[in-house]
């Protein structure tokens, strides 16, 4: 099923605006295009996932035609197309993470906020979902959390709960 | 006795200092404050900027390179001054060294530990590889997950900037390098060579057809280097001591050192710089590397090179079929080929231990494939897909004895029917999987309630493997 959410009214702020401004810089002329990446993230950063409208902005800024924007936000795993929790933890889920229980961590972490891979608490603070190698499998089992991606390793049904614990008492 | 122990604890304590006297990335690793310029430069950094500037012409780095002997450290090991020669000079065109820092190989971490740390050793590897190359612009493309990673690079390029390293006019030399951190979106696709250039065009991570290849045509359709972040930060003890003296090191035509990133189930997981040709068994077992399996068990299987690269069972991990010791280097590793052996790929090594399943695991390495698949090639895009799903169905005790050949029929049309390297990727752990652990497979067929239950176990894997006289007879 297809559900589009909109988010209406959207205005950049001149602060991102100068940083998009600066990203350009690092292109030769005539190829800015190629800060499509760096924007992206930075739009996800504020507003905590990327809507139609942003992207519609975002191509304007960068003199490209929206479907090159599209196409470049839902290839990428790491852009959100709908709204989030607060905060979302993305728990490594391959093999090597696996070899030292990485599932059993997706599935407490399922049990604890009480919601499934994807979908969002009701008080809109989490969700989660697995997501692959992140690089650090030597640390495993593994999350990160967005938008700085802050890095928790070793991790254990005990640190997830202090973790989760942490983070509600953050707002 | 007390006498006896301290000896004993001396030469120990030296011998660790000659293999310490070897760490040519690492050395400086645990120094406070390394990441920092200061620091970075009071233990010897940035000598080789200084050294290849002033004194050498790229032509003369680019030999050093060559004889130094070092192949990319990304995974496919291609020797590193060659690439670089190949790279096409036309007049009035741009060229770019571009860092590949996208690092997502499931089993491999080592570059996201040398730029976390010792972040001032990969700009200054890019600093001396761009002035070789003759570009003026170049980026470090990293995986846009390793954000930290990010800012620690920028903050680097900064102070590098600060003190004269990069900007206009280095060092007083005439010679003008900006050099920019690239995120990338989340995609293992990009770190294909062609892919990520594509991405850092601002397109998606779709590998391009070769040829032609990048040193001809590749970023803005210029001539591009891509090079592994491991490879670039190798090049700093190439132009500081000596292609030579690199080249001493290691064994064969697997010279230098390398960056070990171990994994699974060991009791000391992490990155290890390790001299080219250290016996598996070794490096497995010993203190002063993983220090041997975790909790006690024993070693089923290894994936020696990342995900990408063929499992072997344990005893074909530790000796190849002719009895010889497997070392960790590009020639031993593939002993055997696709046979008997594997291969060194990026150093992701990620050890098994007897309660893992490899059914399991396949299927795991499957999905993912499935998942990263840019999608553009039908045997890539359908193939990894019915993997997944038919390892699956054998994993959770729908399987048919048939599965298990149609497996290794489908590997077989992906491989070598692909635009890129990843078809091939994902075919190998199947087929490899396969090739030695069929009887585990076909128990997930026959006893699929018990395998729901446990798991197969060590089996036969670790026993000794037969003489080569009684194999053939
Ligand atoms: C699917 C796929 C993923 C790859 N991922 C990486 C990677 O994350 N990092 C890397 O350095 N090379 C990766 N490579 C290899 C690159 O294409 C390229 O060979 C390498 O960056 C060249 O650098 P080197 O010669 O220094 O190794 C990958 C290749 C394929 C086919
Ligand atoms: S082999 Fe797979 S990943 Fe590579 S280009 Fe083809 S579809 Fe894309
Ligand atoms: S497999 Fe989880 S970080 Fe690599």
């Given amino acids: 099923m297809l559900s589009v959410t909109e988010q209406k009214d959207i205005e950049f702020s001149s602060s991102l605006i ?66 989030q929790g607060k905060f979302v933890l993305e728990v490594c889920r391959t093999g090597p993470c696996c070899l030292v229980g990485a599932e059993k961590i997706m599935d407490h972490i399922e049990k604890t906020l009480g919601v499934k891979e994807g979908e969002v608490t009701a008080d809109g603070k989490f969700s989660w979902r697995g997501v692959e190698c992140l690089a650090a499998c030597g640390m495993a089992p593994v999350l990160q959390i967005g938008p700085e991606y802050t890095f928790y390793e070793n991790l254990t049904e005990q640190s997830v709960d202090q973790l989760i614990n942490d983070l509600k008492n953050k707002i | 006795m007390r006498k006896e122990n301290n000896l004993s604890h001396l030469i120990s304590h030296i ?52 004889t130094s002997g070092l192949r990319g450290r990304g995974g496919a090991g291609f020797p590193t001054g060659m690439k670089w020669s190949f790279l096409a000079k036309p007049e009035g065109k741009e060229r770019y060294l571009v860092c590949n820092a996208d690092e997502s190989e499931p089993g491999t971490f080592k570059d996201r530990y040398l730029m976390t740390y010792i972040p001032h050793a990969l700009i200054e590897g890019m600093i001396v590889s761009s002035f070789a190359l003759g570009a003026r612009t170049s980026y470090i493309y990293v995986r846009g997950e390793m954000m930290p990673q990010i800012r620690i690079l920028e903050k680097a390029i900064a102070e590098a900037k600060n003190a004269g390293f990069l900007g206009k006019n280095i060092l007083g030399t005439g010679y003008d390098l900006e050099l920019y951190v690239q995120p990338g979106g989340g995609a293992y696709i990009c770190g294909e060579e062609t892919a990520l250039i594509e991405s850092l065009e601002g397109k998606r991570g779709n590998p391009r057809i070769k040829p032609p290849f990048p040193a001809i045509s590749g970023v803005w359709a210029c001539p591009t280097v891509v090079n592994n972040v491991e490879t670039i930060a190798a090049v700093v003890p190439i132009i500081n001591d000596g292609g030579e003296e690199y080249a001493k090191i290691g064994i064969g035509r697997s010279t230098g050192t390398k960056l070990i990133s171990a994994s699974g189930n060991l009791n000391k997981p992490g990155v290890y710089e390790i001299d080219l040709g250290v016996p ?36 074909l991990s530790l000796k190849t079929v002719n009895g010889e010791s497997r ?84 590997a077989r049309k992906i491989e070598g029917n692909t635009i890129c390297p990843l078809g091939d990727a994902a075919a190998w752990p199947v087929a490899s999987a396969i090739r030695h652990f069929r009887d585990e497979f076909e128990w997930h067929v026959t006893n699929p309630k018990e395998a729901m239950d446990r798991n197969y176990g060590l089996a036969k894997y670790a026993d000794p493997l037969p003489k080569l006289e009684e194999v053939s007879q």
Avoid at chain 1, 22 to 39: C, N, S
Avoid at chain 2, 372 to 385: A, F, K, L, N, V
Wanted: aromatic fraction near 10%; charged fraction near 20%.
């Fill in chain 1, 18 to 83: 100068s940083q998009f401004d600066e990203i350009v810089t690092r292109y030769p002329a005539g190829k800015q295009k190629a800060g499509l990446l760096p924007i992206l993230h930075l739009v996800q950063a504020e507003y905590g996932w990327v809507s139609p409208e942003a992207m519609d902005k975002v191509a304007a800024y960068l003199e490209i035609k929206p479907i090159e924007v599209y196409e470049v936000a839902t290839f990428y795993t790491m852009f959100f197309l709908r709204p």
């Fill in chain 2, 280 to 315: 598996v068994e070794e490096f497995i077992y010993s203190d002063e590397y993983c220090g041997g399996i975790a909790n006690g068990k024993r070693l089923k299987a290894v994936v020696a090179g990342g995900s990408s690269v063929p499992i072997l069972p344990a005893n």
């Fill in chain 2, 15 to 66: 011998s660790n200092l000659v293999k310490m006297a070897r760490k040519l990335l690492l050395e400086h690793i645990n120094v406070p404050g390394i990441n920092t310029l200061d620091v970075y430069r009071q233990h010897g950094g940035y000598r080789s900027v200084e050294k290849a500037l002033k004194t050498m012409s790229p032509d003369a780095i680019v030999e050093e390179v060559k």
């Fill in chain 2, 327 to 410: 070392l960790m280097s590009y020639e031993s590793l593939s002993d055997g080929g696709f046979q008997s052996g594997s291969m060194l790929g990026s150093g992701g090594f990620i050890a098994f231990d007897e309660d893992q399943c490899i059914v399991r695991n396949t299927w795991n390495f499957a999905r993912f494939y499935h998942h990263e698949s840019c999608g553009q090639c039908s045997p890539c895009r359908e193939g990894t897909g019915w993997m997944e799903k038919v390892l699956h169905r054998l994993e959770y005790g729908h399987g048919k004895m048939s599965d298990i050949d149609l497996l290794v029929d489908v």
